[in-house]
């Protein structure tokens, strides 16, 4: 008796670890906000069989739940952990709320053992008291950490900043920011797809060198607010407003309150000047510069990109290696913001002959005689269709890999379907958000649904031959 309640207590500690691991799993990929888990989750399967299920059946099965725990649902989550591809990553935020799980499980047990008068240990209460304990002490651990990153900033006497926000293309036009101005303004960027206010936050307080003279910041946004609360942070000098369009339209419900959450960004009481794109429907002020419709002439094969821009009354030229005619914008209001800066339109120009294409936007590369373009970070229809109209031109067999426009409407993929119909010949279609839109209203190339991302390699080796053009256009992690 006395070894099986030994048994008793070791399991249930296991499965309560096991059960906040599924939560902090999914909450680290919702950037810990549970009422996205609850609310946005696109595999709602997963939470009915590894959380909601358990937690039933341990109070319904009594001692019989033990046989399902480790012949049944052990070995199911073991399996599903093997097949997403985004695992838990074992941060500091992680293993505290690890810590407190495991302290409040523990007492929680021994105050059973103690009165003996629990028929069953708690699962709900160690988790619900962990996730409290966890929120609480990360709020107050990062106003505290904020707080530092604006005391770091401020002292930086001769620092100037710039933040970028868009509905898409905000990464690229970082980078390219950053590689044309490097060469004369000693400048560092936010690295990736950093965006967010703590991952801002987190950046400045670690990574940012003191001796930097040009900080280039990204920022992105989820709800109304969260660019809004990054100005104040950055307390920025220029701004950058990209393209505006319906990308996370799920969270922000319309267009205008995307526009409205991008225009935050000018909220900076120390900003000097904007760049907004025409896409924003804002009018020109002292400080507001509006862009997009100086852009002439763009020409964009899979060799490169050329367009003509008018600046301050005059036309210069520029040429890139960079694929995409939607390139033109972002490196548009990466000129803008350098030429503010003082670097000389030729500087400018000669930069941009030697950009470096970012990673996996339209990068290009060839393997096994076929045609690689890797476009998986290019999310949005724009500059989806962009690159399809850009892959149109290639004369041989095309083929896509894509899950469709993520976080969007049926519309918008109904949309791309018709594209992707114009232009390839086999569409790979993975994922379940967007499977049945697409399959539907794809009528003429052929159609390969994958649900299973392990299988694409075999797959595109089954379809693909030598010459033909391979396009991963958009990703989504299995979550989606």
């Known amino acids: 008796m006395e070894n099986f309640k030994i048994f008793e207590l070791f399991s249930h500690f296991a499965l309560v670890m096991i059960l906040g691991w599924y939560l902090i799993t999914n909450l680290q990929w919702y950037s810990y906000k549970l009422e996205r888990v609850i609310f946005k989750h696109k595999r709602y399967s997963w939470h009915i069989l590894y959380f909601i299920l358990p937690i039933f059946a341990y109070y319904l099965s009594g001692k019989y739940f033990w046989i399902y725990f480790y012949l049944g649902l052990l070995p199911a989550l073991f399996m599903w952990s093997k097949r997403i591809d985004k695992k838990l990553v074992f941060t500091a935020r992680v293993k505290r709320f690890f810590l407190f799980l ?16 629990c028929h069953v240990y708690g699962l709900l209460l160690p988790i619900g008291v962990a996730l409290g304990a966890s929120f609480l002490f990360e709020k107050m651990l990062f106003n505290d950490f904020k707080k530092k990153a604006q005391k770091k900033l401020t002292s930086m006497d001769s620092l100037e900043i710039v933040a970028i926000t868009a509905s898409y293309g905000k990464t690229s036009i970082k980078n390219f920011l950053h590689q044309i101005v ?18 801002l936050v987190k950046d400045i307080n670690d990574d940012l060198p003191s001796s930097t003279k040009l900080y280039i910041a990204e920022a992105g946004a989820r709800l109304k607010g969260d660019i809004d609360d990054i100005a104040k942070l950055l307390n920025h000098d220029y701004a950058i407003v990209g393209s505006i369009g319906e990308q996370h339209i799920e969270y922000f419900k319309t267009l205008e309150n995307i526009r409205n959450t991008k225009m935050e960004i000018l909220n900076s009481k120390k900003l000097k000047k904007a760049f907004v794109h025409k896409s924003a429907h804002v009018k020109a002020e002292a400080h507001v510069v509006i862009f997009g419709d100086n852009i002439q002439n763009i020409l964009a094969t899979l060799d490169g990109l050329a367009f003509d821009l008018e600046i301050e009354g005059k036309i210069h030229h520029f040429e890139s290696p960079l694929l995409g005619a939607f390139n033109a914008t972002n490196l548009t209001a990466a000129i803008l913001i350098a030429y503010e800066l003082g670097v000389k339109i030729e500087n400018i120009q000669k930069q941009i002959k030697k950009l470096k294409q970012v990673d996996h936007r339209l990068q290009k590369i060839e393997a096994g005689g076929k045609l690689i373009i890797d476009d998986s970070f290019n999310g949005n229809l724009e500059g989806m269709v962009s690159s399809y109209e850009l892959m149109d031109s290639y004369n041989g067999k095309k083929v896509i890999v894509t899950p469709g426009v993520i976080e969007s409407d049926c519309d918008t993929n109904i949309k791309l379907a018709e594209k992707i119909d114009e232009v390839f010949d086999t569409v790979i279609i993975t994922g379940k958000v967007n499977a049945n839109v697409l399959y539907e209203n794809i009528h003429k190339a ?14 595109l080796a089954q379809e693909t031959t030598v010459g033909d053009l391979v396009l991963f256009s958009n990703d989504a992690p299995t979550f989606m």
């Open 102 to 117: 495991a302290v409040a499980t523990l007492f929680g047990d021994v105050l059973c053992l103690v009165s003996q008068k």
């Open 182 to 199: 490097s060469p004369y303004i000693d400048a560092y960027m936010t690295p990736r797809s950093v965006n967010t206010l703590g991952g």
């Open 446 to 459: 052929k159609k390969i649904l994958l649900t299973d991302k392990d299988k694409l390699e075999e797959t």
